[in-house]
């Protein structure tokens, strides 16, 4: 009786123990089936087949993904729009996902970072302004502006010209002058840069502070050399020219120009607007130039801007083709210009 007791206990146990495994096994594999997350190496691989990036929607959340992948290294908003980004360490780079603003919970899309070597230049009471190292070739992105407090409390308070970083950013760059990153996730020390950088850097940093002189303006005016009509400096008294426009024969049009002009100076291969330090008012009169002829006037450089640094200068003066004066959208104007020098 003992010994058939016995058996129906241990037949119980087994029973319980296989229901036990059972379940346990079936539990597994639900929650693997319930797993939709994909591994860091997977979403790599993907977005290295769809050109860097891959967006919404996924079946699964911010939460799961946190779960599966542990916290982010960093988080950042984008200033611009205040839409959160998180960011994992991998591989030496960053794989991030932007959030849904109105609903965190959201993914909007998956990227990976991009290296991006850079050299101190300088730092005022707003901004930090680094040279993007490309071989020494300039370009409008081989200065980039950041503001302060992007950086932590500290980051770059011993930065001096010259230092070398390492950046990793979301690979997106806004063309301007100087150029912008919106994000980025690190920035990590490298050292000094050697003299073919540092000659670069100080090429970008003499033609970052012209575009930071308040009495300087980059200029967009294009002279047409082959213009009929051309502008002469008969002379020069003390900065106040006596000039003349002078109209050939070639088109037989008449121009129209008024008594406004403006001062360039040249810096290097670039022309640079000379912004007056008060506001100039012109009289608002236009003027005539006939085919074959020729109008003197004046131009008062020296009441207006007051003495010039030494360097190539140029008088730059607009005219328009009478017969388009009334085309308000596209007058076709064009632009005549005189040089001159002003010594040490």
């Known amino acids: 009786m003992s010994r058939s007791k016995d058996i129906v206990t241990k037949s119980m146990w087994t029973r319980i123990l296989a229901l036990f495994m059972v379940f346990a096994i079936g539990s597994a594999c639900a929650s693997c089936k319930k797993s939709k997350v994909p591994?860091?190496?997977?979403?790599?691989?993907?977005?290295?087949?769809e050109a860097g990036s891959k967006q919404g929607p996924f079946d699964f959340t911010y939460?799961?993904?946190?779960?599966?992948?542990?916290?982010?290294?960093?988080?950042r908003v984008m200033e611009e729009t205040g839409i959160p980004c998180k960011a994992w360490n991998y591989?030496?780079?960053?794989?991030?996902?932007?959030?849904?603003?109105?609903?965190?919970?959201?993914?909007?899309?998956?990227?990976?970072s991009s290296a991006l070597q850079?050299?101190?230049?300088?730092?005022?009471?707003?901004?930090?302004?680094?040279?993007?190292?490309?071989?020494?070739?300039?370009?409008?992105?081989?200065?980039?502006?950041?503001?302060?407090?992007?950086?932590?409390?500290?980051?770059?308070?011993?930065?001096?010209?010259?230092?070398?970083?390492?950046?990793?950013?979301?690979?997106?760059?806004?063309?301007?002058?100087?150029?912008?990153?919106?994000?980025?996730?690190?920035?990590?020390?490298?050292?000094?840069?050697?003299?073919?950088?540092l000659q670069h850097a100080q090429n970008v940093l003499d033609r970052l502070k012209i575009h930071l002189d308040p009495s300087l303006c980059f200029s967009n005016i294009i002279i047409e050399p082959?213009?009929?009509?051309?502008?002469?400096?008969?002379?020069?008294n003390d900065l106040?020219?006596?000039?003349?426009?002078?109209?050939?024969?070639?088109?037989?049009?008449?121009?129209?120009?008024?008594?406004?002009?403006?001062?360039?100076?040249?810096?290097?291969d670039d022309w640079y607007i000379v912004v007056p330090p008060?506001?100039?008012?012109?009289?608002?009169?236009?003027?005539?130039?006939?085919?074959?002829?020729?109008?003197?006037?004046?131009?008062?450089?020296?009441?207006?801007?007051g003495t010039l640094e030494p360097g190539t200068y140029r008088i730059v003066k607009e005219l328009v083709n009478s017969e388009d004066i009334d085309n308000f959208d596209d007058p076709m104007e064009f632009y005549v210009a005189a040089e001159f020098n002003v010594d040490q």
Not at 39 to 49: A, G, M, N, P, Q
Not at 146 to 152: H, L, Y
Not at 226 to 236: F, G, V
């Open 39 to 49: 591994s860091k190496k997977d979403v790599l691989e993907k977005l290295r087949s």
């Open 63 to 75: 939460e799961e993904l946190r779960s599966a992948w542990g916290d982010p290294d960093v988080e």
């Open 91 to 112: 591989n030496g780079h960053y794989l991030y996902s932007f959030l849904q603003k109105d609903d965190p919970s959201v993914i909007a899309g998956f990227g990976y």
């Open 118 to 197: 850079l050299i101190f230049l300088l730092q005022d009471e707003r901004n930090v302004f680094f040279a993007e190292f490309n071989e020494g070739r300039l370009s409008d992105w081989d200065c980039l502006s950041f503001s302060n407090d992007r950086f932590a409390s500290g980051e770059l308070d011993s930065a001096s010209f010259g230092d070398l970083f390492s950046m990793e950013f979301d690979g997106t760059l806004l063309q301007s002058y100087p150029g912008m990153i919106y994000l980025f996730f690190s920035i990590t020390p490298e050292g000094q840069a050697d003299s073919r950088q």
């Open 226 to 236: 082959n213009a009929d009509a051309r502008l002469k400096i008969e002379d020069n």
């Open 240 to 268: 106040v020219f006596n000039m003349t426009l002078v109209n050939g024969n070639r088109n037989r049009k008449t121009y129209v120009y008024s008594e406004d002009f403006y001062l360039e100076r040249k810096i290097k």
């Open 278 to 305: 008060e506001e100039v008012h012109f009289e608002e009169k236009l003027y005539e130039l006939p085919p074959d002829g020729q109008k003197s006037f004046s131009c008062d450089v020296k009441s207006i801007y």
